[in-house]
T-cell receptor, first 114, second 116 residues
Framework: GENVEQHPSTLSVQEGDSAVIKCTYSDSASNYFPWYKQELGKRPQLIID?????GEKKDQRIAVTLNKTAKHFSLHITETQPEDSAVYFC?????????????FGRGTQLTVWP | EAGVAQSPRYKIIEKRQSVAFWCNPI?????LYWYQQILGQGPKLLIQ????????DSQLPKDRFSAERLKGVDSTLKIQPAKLEDSAVYLC??????????????FGPGTRLLVL
């Protein structure tokens, strides 16, 4: 099956700085890569996703890049704000026998200091 | 549009007891997922239903976990008997199509289970 590695596990930045979280995946057939934000005690919420036929996608302060050759994708948050503090999860969706199961990384705890 | 609903939100039981969780997906969503999220880790899929049929239960510990989605809408997940290592948040999610579709999965608020 798919294996998703996520780094770093914790990330602290000053308000206004940028934050980058990186993920790698093992199954070259994976074709869909969502990112979820989970605030303490709340449900994971999709913040951005990217499909394998696209190299980059941006939504206001959030962007995701995908390198299919290297099998890695990254989340970029610019002009960080304290409300960006949360745990961020990357995921990859396979196309093989798993019938589209989402495999999640272990998460990155982002803390934005005012 | 109403989101994914789950109950209860919290449950504390002793080991060897049984427990059941309920999920109501977003109306019209064909696919329903149950995930287990252990503290400090990402969600791990336990079982996936498409309508009322099981699509993937390869990660479900079938000796103690069971799940059903009888009418293709609501679902229940049961643990019997519970072990200490079952302490986790159980998340339900749904998506419109499922399968290999590149679509969003919407999560419920989860049930936080503590086994003593």
């Amino acid at each position: 099956g798919e294996n998703v590695e996520q780094h770093p596990s914790t990330l602290s930045v000053q308000e206004g700085d940028s934050a980058v979280i990186k993920c790698t995946y093992s199954d070259s057939a994976s074709n869909y890569f969502p990112w979820y934000k989970q605030e303490l005690g709340k449900r994971p919420q999709l913040i951005i996703d990217i499909r394998s036929n696209v190299g980059e996608k941006k939504d206001q302060r959030i962007a995701v890049t995908l390198n299919k050759t290297a099998k890695h994708f990254s989340l970029h948050i610019t002009e960080t704000q304290p409300e960006d503090s949360a745990v961020y999860f990357c995921a990859a969706k396979g196309r093989g026998s798993t019938l589209g199961r989402l495999y999640f990384g272990r998460g990155t705890q982002l803390t934005v200091w005012p | 549009e109403a989101g994914v609903a789950q109950s209860p939100r919290y449950k504390i039981i002793e080991k060897r007891q049984s427990v059941a969780f309920w999920c109501n997906p977003i109306s019209g969503h064909a696919t329903l997922y149950w995930y287990q999220q252990i503290l400090g880790q990402g969600p791990k899929l336990l079982i996936q239903f498409q309508n009322n049929g099981v699509v993937d239960d390869s990660q479900l510990p079938k000796d103690r976990f069971s799940a059903e989605r009888l009418k293709g809408v609501d679902s229940t997940l049961k643990i019997q008997p519970a072990k200490l290592e079952d302490s986790a948040v159980y998340l339900c999610a749904s998506s419109l199509l499922g399968g290999r579709a590149e679509e969003t999965q919407y999560f419920g608020p989860g049930t936080r289970l503590l086994v003593l």
